[in-house]
Each structure stands twice: as C-alpha cells, then as structure tokens.
C-alpha cells in the first residue's frame, strides 16, 4: 500500500471516529466501556442545596406523588416524611442512564440498611420486563419503581437521567441531570448530613 492511500485510510478512520464520538448514542456506549474498565469517571461535585426558588407554601410539590414497586406495592413520597430519599429517573433505552447505574448501586449499597433513608429508582417508560432484565444482567441490587402519578416539573423535566434527593420534610434538597457518579464520598456525605439533619 502506498503512502498516499495510507493517509487517505488514516485520515477516513480519523473522521468516523470523531463522528462516533459527537453523536450521542455512541458516545454514551463508549462511556459506558470505558466506566466498565475504569478509564472514564464522570464527575459530579458535592450536591449543591436547591436555591429557594418557590415559596414555602410551593416547596412540597411532590407530596402527591406516588411510586409503584416491582411487587405492584404504591409508595406515597408523603409517607416518606422523615427519611432522606434519592430518586434518580431513568430509562432502559437511555444509554448516559445505564452508565451511571452501577454507581447508584454502589450507593444504594451504602445506606440499603439505613432506615432513614429511602432509594426509589425510578423507571420512567414504565417497562419493567426490559428494566428487571436490565437489573439482572447487569447484577444490581437496586429497587425499581415505576411513576403512579404525574412528575413535578422541579424534579424531572425534559432531560434524564435526572436525580433528585429529597430532605427528610419532604422537599426538595438537590437536583441533578445528566450522568453522575455517585460512588464519591462527596454525595456519601451529603446523604448523611442529611440523614442528621
């Protein structure tokens, strides 16, 4: 092979490569492969508290909302009065959402025996065949559930995956979009403060 045909080979793989990367779904692939093998780590900074944007009579706009789990059991977020509760929204087709899982799991995995604190993983499409086998294959230990009610626009609007954490009266204490880890000591920390609030 010439040198010619090499650069013009070089210089065509260079561009599909490049091309891979900028379109979402293949880079959200490759940043699952490369969390998988530990070479990409996305960074979340410790959870910054809300800033008051609603009047205290608005704050507890989730007291309506309810959950169901993979048992059909409801979960009322007003029954949760008391304890800390991280719900993170996803869905089985959302790549960024599969990635940052193990490191929810990992979290999850932290506080599971804690009775102050609530995780509700919520699977936003409702497909819990496609979610349980996602939760199997991937060897998790996280609790789906399922939206029982309408979403407040504060807690998810157009993007996921998206992740709120809720303080122990209900309201709102953080919000996240987009891929996380959550395996840092930093949120580890926020939930424990909370917790002791």
Not at 66 to 89: P, Q, R, W, Y
Not at 179 to 197: F, G, H, R
């Amino acid at each position: 092979m010439n040198p010619k045909t090499k650069k013009i080979i070089g210089n065509v793989v260079f561009v599909l490569l490049i091309g891979l990367l900028i379109w979402p779904t293949s880079r959200s692939y490759f940043q699952q492969q490369l969390m998988k093998i530990g070479l990409f780590k996305p960074k979340l900074e410790a959870p910054q508290p809300v800033a008051d944007p609603l009047p205290a009579d608005e704050k507890d706009v989730g007291a309506a909302v309810s959950f169901v789990n993979h048992s059909g059991e409801t979960i009322g977020i007003a029954d949760l009065k008391g304890k800390v509760v991280f719900i993170n929204f996803w869905a089985t087709w959302c790549g960024p959402c599969r990635a940052e899982m193990p490191s929810i799991n990992v979290l999850y995995d932290k506080f599971k025996d804690n009775p102050h604190v609530v995780f509700l993983i919520v699977e936003i499409e409702g497909d819990k065949e496609k979610a349980a086998a996602f939760v199997k294959n991937e060897k998790l230990t996280l609790p789906i559930s399922y939206p029982n009610s309408d979403i407040p626009k504060e807690w998810l609007s157009e993007s996921i995956p998206s992740t709120v954490i809720l303080d122990k009266e209900g309201k709102l204490a953080t919000r996240h979009e987009g891929m996380a880890d959550y395996s840092s000591p930093e949120v580890t920390t926020y939930i424990q403060d909370l917790i002791n609030k």
